[in-house]
């Protein structure tokens, strides 16, 4: 329909806005405080106005009808400053006591509440502004003036004429256009609307029913408050691109005709004097067609059977209201039934300061530059390691070496078993060959096994529910640190060993998995997960993304396996911290014993792996094992491990090299400390600082007291 209403206006773009691109932010302004005389009295009503300069188009001054301050003046008339103007006193729930002085401007021209406020009391609307923000011949003798000189001309006037009272500093919110940032002013004109309510009942039911569901789900809460408080649809825009509104005037008789092609005569007088509308369609309102109207709507089109609905929609949220919310209510409309049933808000990426980038800042990064730099596979997977489901990410350049270093080692695993592969091995990893020697796994194989098909479950899942960052942590996790840094390293004892079979099952185990890897990868980094398939894929399989995906097999879950391996790697672990802090060569292996009554049969039946992966060449275990002479020791799941230290490092030389450092740590500490006991700094330092001091004292103690130990051990105390 075509109506007379408040509108956004740019006047800048000179064209209407709807209230989705009229973008509101906190403003500093003032709060102007302005007497109206009262007719025949010498009395004034003062009210407060944050743009006294529509205060020109002003048709009423308004009350609460409850504030028994104003009471005696509803029905009285008052001058409106500077024009002299005659407006009524009248009375409207709408006002807001707390607000000013309690009584406030009505300008049903420039302001959406007043605009209502005039419609109840059948008030006259004054425009003062042309579609520039300049003032026209309303403003009186303000006509010409730029919106803001006269405001400024304007409270020089109020001033000298003794009607200013006061000003006051005032926060409030301000609408800017989403083009280009200059402030919308309320504008009354002449406008299409849809009305929209009809549409936007149906619309949420069908989220809150569930038949479309938001991943996240906060979203539903936003949805849903904009669409219980939506208001009519502007559609029509003042601009030189976009679809023009098809609706056709005869310029004889002025008829309005509504047509998808241009009537070639008036279809009431017969003239063929025809004008088009000026105006374009909203571009969001062609936007919101576009699930059907893609596919040959209206017509039966084949595609739109088969496409419509679609399943899921991925979309910024910051379009949930122009394009998601729309398109919904156009497909209820029109296709008598929902667009999509899915729909998932990925977060903004934004600079490392957490700003949204621009080109006038100066802060963007152009994506082609990165996938030319680290590649399209390292861009994506980047991306979805740091973003948090719907959360934005504060990205910059570095960001991506996280994706190019993974894919770097995936290139470099399938480098490493491709130099160990033999003739037979794809196809019997292809065809899960190696469980029929399940008899001949090791505890490693076992755990691995168990450890990846649990990964596929925990995979699929989060895939399911939309949680991608939680897929692809999971994913970088068990490649990187299960696959790559334990079982790679472990099996290769048997790849580089004498026993044939033992090192054929071990390389199925791991080519199985390999495979599986590149499958559960490959949503995410498509290209080099790619080129690995075609390199450990059978003849007879299909590209890797026809492939069909994979799937968990609960029989091969084992809690026991997890566990003993668990307390292995511990144990290796704490035998390689010790090596570090003790500073023993790479080179040099070392004596293990450990004091301890359980675990003996798991430790011995699996020393191999001790050995290769802490360089230990002695494995002693026993419950009366005492702590031998310049040894470092530690704690394992209820086992005390010793590791001699003589003939592994010159004595004197670790010990002076401790005493100094635990020497530097101390006075490091100590100065810390002054300096946070210090009240001046307390008071003054930011408390991100402060915090940062604390984490830094906490952690020099920690090392202090691992150094102290060391020291300890390296005591001749006989």
């Not at 923000?133 to 400024?152: I, T």
């Amino acid at each position: 329909y075509r109506g007379e209403y408040i509108i956004n206006w740019c006047p800048r773009c000179t064209t209407a806005l709807s209230d989705e691109e009229a973008i509101h932010e906190e403003h500093g302004g003032n709060l102007w405080y302005i007497k109206y005389p009262i007719r025949d009295s010498e009395k004034f009503v003062t009210v407060a106005t944050t743009r006294p300069e529509t205060m020109l188009g002003d048709t009423a001054v308004a009350v609460n009808p409850n504030d028994p301050r104003f009471k005696k003046l509803i029905g009285k008339t008052v001058l409106l400053p500077v024009l002299q103007r005659e407006i009524p006193v009248i009375a409207d729930e709408m006002v807001d006591p707390k607000f000013g002085t309690g009584a406030v401007k009505v300008t049903p021209a420039h302001d959406p509440n007043d605009f209502e406020i005039g419609n109840r009391h059948n008030l006259p609307r004054i425009n003062v502004m042309n579609g520039d923000a300049r003032m026209n011949e309303n403003a009186g003798p303000y006509n010409g003036y730029d919106r803001y000189k006269c405001r400024e001309a304007l409270i020089k006037q109020l001033s000298a004429q003794g009607l200013l009272t006061k000003t006051e500093k005032h926060t409030h919110s301000v609408a800017h256009c989403q083009r280009c940032d200059t402030t919308v002013e309320p504008y009354l004109s002449r406008q299409w609307f849809v009305k929209i309510k009809p549409l936007s009942e149906p619309a949420l039911k069908a989220v809150q029913d569930g038949k479309i569901k938001f991943h996240p789900e906060k979203w539903i809460k936003v949805y849903s408050n904009w669409m219980k408080n939506i208001r009519d649809w502007c559609i029509s825009r003042q601009l030189w691109w976009g679809h023009r509104i098809p609706v056709y005037y005869c310029q004889d008789c002025e008829n309005m005709m509504v047509r998808r092609e241009a009537p070639e005569q008036c279809d009431k007088c017969q003239s063929t004097s025809i004008r088009q509308d000026e105006d374009v369609l909203d571009t969001w309102f062609s936007s919101w067609l576009w699930p059907f109207s893609t596919m040959d709507w209206p017509q039966d089109a084949p595609e739109l059977k088969y496409f419509y609905p679609t399943s899921t929609l991925v979309t910024a949220p910051d379009i949930i209201f122009f394009w998601v919310a729309r398109m919904i209510m156009a497909g209820l409309e029109f296709m008598d039934g929902v667009p999509f049933n899915t729909v998932y808000f990925n977060g903004l990426i934004r600079d490392i300061q957490g700003r949204k980038m621009s080109k006038s800042l100066g802060n963007g990064i152009d994506p082609l530059e990165m996938v030319d730099k680290y590649s399209a596979d390292a861009v994506r997977f980047s991306l979805l390691m740091l973003t948090s489901e719907g959360q934005d990410i504060n990205l910059a350049e570095s960001s991506f070496e996280i994706g190019r270093n993974f894919a770097n080692k995936l290139w470099n695993s399938f480098r490493f078993i491709g130099l160990n592969l033999e003739d037979d091995t794809i196809e019997n990893a292809a065809s899960n060959k190696f469980m029929d020697r399940t008899d001949r796994f090791e505890l490693s194989d076992r755990w691995i096994l168990s450890r990846y098909n649990k990964l596929i479950k925990n995979i699929t899942e989060n895939l399911e529910k939309f949680k991608l960052n939680d897929a692809v942590s999971n994913l970088y996790s068990f490649f990187w640190r299960e696959y790559c840094d334990w079982y790679l390293e472990l099996i290769k004892p048997r790849l580089y060993g004498d026993d044939i079979e033992a090192k054929k099952t071990a390389l199925e185990i791991c080519l199985f998995i390999q495979r599986g890897l590149v499958k559960l990868m490959h949503p995410f980094i498509p290209f080099i997960t790619e080129e690995i398939w075609h390199h450990i894929k059978t003849d007879e399989e299909p590209d890797l993304i026809v492939s069909e995906w994979v799937t968990h097999d609960e029989s091969l879950f084992s809690n026991g396996a997890e566990e003993e391996m668990l307390m292995l790697q511990q144990l290796i672990g704490s035998v390689r911290n010790i090596r570090g802090e003790m500073n023993v060569p790479p080179n040099k292996k070392a004596r293990l014993l450990i004091k301890s009554e359980d675990s003996y049969e798991l430790i011995m039946q699996n020393d191999i792996y001790l050995k290769s992966l802490s360089q230990v060449e002695e494995i002693e275990m026993s419950a009366d094992i005492e702590k031998p002479k310049y040894a470092a020791s530690a704690v394992v799941n209820n086992m005390e491990i010793f590791i001699p230290l003589e003939g592994l490092i010159d004595i004197d030389v670790e010990r002076n090299r401790l005493e100094k450092e635990v020497s530097r740590l101390e006075k490091q500490i100590e100065n810390t400390e002054k300096k946070l006991m210090n009240k001046d700094f307390l008071n003054k330092a930011p408390q991100d600082v402060i915090e940062r001091e604390r984490r830094k004292s906490q952690a020099w103690q920690d090392n202090l007291e691992k150094l102290k130990a060391n020291l300890e051990s390296l005591t001749n105390s006989d």
